[in-house]
């Protein structure tokens, strides 16, 4: 019996076997997928490196390149240190230590899809869980930089942890084979002990909670008892149905884990459905809170005796993904009794831009509440609603939340664009309709709003006529506005903990304001409230901080620069409390480390110097030095870097990084590589407002897969965006036109330079840059040989849009045809090597597209490879992979760009050496 789709989808749990069985699993896909690689016995006798180099290609299992090429893959990046996590008593930052790449045997254990969630079936829990963890914890002196390393279980990896209100322990899971459990650790000791052995079911929710007093932990639990976990049927119980009968158009979006049968809908459910339980610290005891149920999320208000909860809803989808089923946002009590519904939707068949469960970010709008969030002394919530008096609303209480699924006007994530009056309400319990109160009533329309830790002082975020504004008001005088802050086409927001980060902003509105963007006021600063939440940071003068980054328009000579200004409450009197430098080095402003602004972190580094932090007096201008990261990859600093203009036959003008070799001598022509990833804009100042951020001081990082490691194999790398133009809705039209221009433009001007050899070049790109690289080999007759990873490369396919296009294929059908290099493979000139994750899950680039295109490229007598990695999703991760890939990659560039293999492929070879 043939595999079904599903088969081919999601590939059931595979029982745990050695490395070498898995690699050879990899092997038997590349020999299955491999076109000819034009082997010949006289031409391997007259040229062994050439020989070699087909060989590598054609190799089984997984292989590695060379030295030189894998020290740069796997430098040791995982040990640099950054601080960002500081404890609520600001003494200590707490670091998550990996122990480096991750690896296919961790990658590689059971898991199972349901339409998209991946889960351990064996842990109950997530998969990444189980593929990457931490595996120590550290905690770092703020004051001088001492590093401690907490007590953990052996046999375990380290996920989610969180910090205990007083900063004097940390909850965190240790990740078990079978499954996972919650550790606390005791700061003063170094000691940690787990609290309860019942294990945690960490499938959605994926890490724990304290309450305000440091007493209890939140966390959702095994059911106990739990039923056994429905099977899959032995033999099928009837065809798989699906109806489309009420004419909804629905455009989703493709995605390569979709559920099929309905028994996959019980083991859903079995696998997130969860108890809702209080942990005890003390005492090591559980109170579990109500009946098991499918949470998606979960956020107990600061007292513990109230939760806020998403649960996911039936009836669930077989053409859409879990995060578009539906949900119910519920308050419970700490009986586990729902006490009001915040909000309900059902499955969302078409494309949304909204959170899915266990997503609700302080933006979204909760049954009308948006910005539903709870009061920084945990008693009840707070949001922002329309004036229902200005609506006319009379049939409501005034002040009454609106019934779930109402709107309170406003655009969550950003300005609010109501032009009637809103207004800040308390929700208080037991949370019923008429169980609110007016806080603040605004003249206008709030985008968002933050409190005082002692809930004395609002501040309000406002928009109005395009001026945004934060002001103050304290609660016992309403009716007296302090300004903060007041600037034409910004969008004001607030910063620094979490939920009101979520707004965005702080900055000009859709970066296409110029004046606004180059004098950004910033966004001003929170933290974490004394019972948890995001409350104001505000200075024993009564002061606030805005906190920004300064440009400039000429930003290769003056680069960004972070800022931090404290603003006096009652005046609006400004003053600067620090400045970046910016002359050939980059400082960028961290945490405070109190609440006066007195003492700050500081990460300082520039082009040859790796990111540092120091403990900076603000006041006094000295520092401590607080880390000691070396440069993990020092043959990669050493590269020579050119940031070249160039300038199209039409005027368009972009930017090209070009990287080449450490010892390259000036009029030296290399072979080139080109990396590309084009963008849409309208015009030359949409891709001018894109780069204008752009810091040329910074240290140059590299990930696994930078493509400038291939100047250390003798080539000079383009790494660029070329901009597609067009008319606002219909850039796409000029796709083809413009990928050609912005390619020949390219290859004019490193040539003009003297940098390429133009009669010796490849090129490639992933995910829409590898669609991107197939286009350019079927509409140029540029390069010897391209490179294209996780693509997608029919557009019928992905028929309702992707990237920024926004029209369907039936609307602009022609456009869709053009750019689809499938229907011109018989065109594609060079050789292509293709490459795809198995478990690719990125929506439109199912790996049926490349299995299909290597299809066709077999059909047309195309040279060409595939290699198709198992467990890896869209971008692989694991050392095995990564290796893999490198080796492949530089074989297949050294064979057919800087030797020419093809011209020994247009020989017409006695036995051809195709690999079926």
Do not use: C
Request: proline share 7%.
């Amino acid at each position: 019996m043939p595999p079904r789709r599903s088969d081919l989808q999601r590939p059931t749990p595979v029982p745990t076997r050695s490395l070498a069985v898995r690699a050879g699993r990899l092997a038997a896909l590349v020999l299955l997928f491999a076109a000819p690689l034009i082997a010949q016995q006289g031409d391997a006798a007259a040229n062994p490196k050439l020989t070699a180099l087909r060989e590598t290609l054609a190799k089984e299992g997984y292989i590695e390149p060379s030295s030189e090429v894998a020290k740069l893959i796997t430098a040791p990046r995982h040990l640099s240190v950054s601080l960002t996590n500081l404890s609520p008593d600001r003494k200590w930052f707490l670091r998550e230590q990996t122990d480096g790449l991750p690896s296919v045997q961790t990658f590689g254990k059971p898991h199972t899809y349901y339409g998209g969630l991946q889960v351990d079936p064996k842990a109950n829990r997530g998969r990444m869980l189980t593929a990457r963890g931490a595996i120590a914890l550290q905690l770092i002196d703020a004051r001088t930089g001492a590093i401690t390393t907490l007590d953990a279980p052996k046999g375990a990896t380290i996920s989610g942890a969180v910090w205990a209100p007083d900063g004097k322990k940390i909850a965190y899971l240790a990740n078990f084979e079978t499954a996972s459990h919650v550790f606390v650790a005791d700061v003063a000791t170094g000691k940690s002990a787990q609290l309860i052995k019942t294990p945690l079911l960490a499938t959605l929710v994926t890490s724990v909670d304290w309450t305000a007093d440091g007493k209890n932990i939140v966390a959702v639990l095994l059911p106990e008892p739990r039923a056994p976990m429905p099977k899959k049927p032995d033999i099928a119980t009837g065809p798989q149905v699906r109806n489309w009968i009420d004419g909804t158009k629905a455009p989703e979006r493709n995605y390569w884990s979709l559920m099929e049968e309905p028994w996959e809908f019980d083991q859903f459910e079995w696998f997130i459905t969860g108890q809702l339980a209080m942990i005890d610290v003390a005492k090591k005891t559980v109170k579990k809170i109500g009946a098991p149920a499918m949470i998606a999320s979960v956020d107990p208000s600061p007292d513990g005796k109230f939760f806020r909860l998403t649960l996911t809803q039936k009836p669930f989808s077989y053409v859409v993904q879990y995060s578009s089923f539906g949900s119910a946002e519920v308050v419970w009590d700490a009986e586990g009794k729902q006490l009001a519904q915040i909000s309900k939707r059902g499955v969302r068949f078409a494309g949304d831009t909204s959170d899915g469960p266990g997503g609700f970010g302080g933006a979204r709008t909760a049954g009308g509440k948006r910005g539903l969030a709870w009061m920084p002394k945990g008693d009840g919530f707070y949001y922002i609603a329309q004036d229902s008096a200005a609506r006319g609303d009379s049939a409501r209480a005034a002040g009454a939340p609106p019934a779930a699924g109402g709107a309170a006007g406003g655009r969550p994530g950003g300005a609010a664009t109501a032009s009637r009056p809103e207004k800040v309400m308390q929700w208080l319990p037991p949370f019923g309709d008429t169980d609110t109160k007016v806080i603040y009533q605004h003249t206008g329309a709030i985008s968002n709003a933050v409190f005082t830790d002692d809930v004395q002082t609002l501040f309000v975020a406002t928009t109005t006529a395009g001026t945004g504004e934060i002001f103050a008001v304290k609660l016992s005088e309403p009716t007296k506005r302090m300004s903060i802050v007041r600037q034409r086409g910004w969008t004001p927001a607030f910063a620094g903990g979490g939920r009101a980060a979520a707004f965005g902003g702080g900055g000009p509105r859709g970066g296409g304001d110029t004046l606004s963007f180059y004098t950004n006021p910033g966004t001003m600063l929170t933290k974490r409230g004394v019972n948890g939440g995001e409350v104001a940071v505000v200075t024993g003068a009564g002061e606030v901080f805005l906190k920004g980054t300064q440009y400039a328009r000429d930003y290769l000579t003056n680069s960004p620069k972070d800022f931090l200004d404290k603003v006096e409450i009652a005046t609006g009197k400004k003053t600067r409390a620090f400045e970046a430098a910016n002359k050939d080095i980059t400082e960028s402003l961290g945490t405070l480390l109190d609440d006066d602004g007195a003492f700050a972190i500081v990460t300082r580094e520039s082009p040859t110097q790796v990111p540092n932090s120091f403990l900076k007096d603000l006041k006094a201008g000295t520092e401590t030095a607080l880390t000691k990261n070396a440069d993990p990859a020092p043959e990669f600093t050493a590269f020579q870097r050119k940031r070249i203009t160039v300038t199209r036959p039409d005027g368009i003008k972009f930017i090209v990084n070009v990287t080449l070799p450490a010892d390259y001598k000036a009029g030296t022509r290399l072979p080139g590589m080109f990396w590309f990833y084009p963008y849409e804009y309208t015009d030359q100042a949409g891709y001018d407002r894109s780069i204008r951020t752009e810091n040329v001081n910074r240290f140059a990082t590299s990930g696994p897969r930078t493509i400038e490691f291939l100047a250390a194999q003798g080539y000079a790398v383009a790494n660029f965006n070329p901009p597609i133009i067009g008319e606002q809705g219909r850039m796409n039209d000029n796709y083809v036109s413009d990928l050609r221009m912005n390619l020949f433009s390219v290859i004019d001007e490193l040539d003009r330079q003297g940098f390429i050899d133009r009669t010796k070049l490849g090129l490639g790109g992933h995910s829409y840059g590898a669609f991107s690289t197939v286009n350019a080999m079927v509409q140029t007759p540029f390069f010897k040989a391209g490179i294209a990873g996780d693509g997608m490369y029919n557009r019928t396919l992905t028929p309702n849009g992707f990237q920024s296009e926004r029209r369907d294929l039936w609307s602009a059908q022609r456009t869709y045809l053009d750019m689809s290099p499938m229907l011109n493979v018989d065109k594609l000139q060079g050789a292509l090597l293709l490459y795809h994750s198995l478990q690719d899950q990125n929506v439109g680039t199912d790996p049926i597209s490349s299995i299909r295109l290597m299809q066709a490229l077999r059909a047309n007598g195309k040279v060409a490879s595939m290699f198709m990695y198992p467990y890896e999703d869209h971008g692989p991760v694991t050392r095995e992979t990564l290796l893999d890939q490198w080796a492949r990659w530089t074989a297949w560039l050294d064979l057919y760009v800087k030797n020419d293999g093809m011209a020994l492929a247009r020989k017409k070879p006695a036995t051809p050496a195709v690999q079926p």
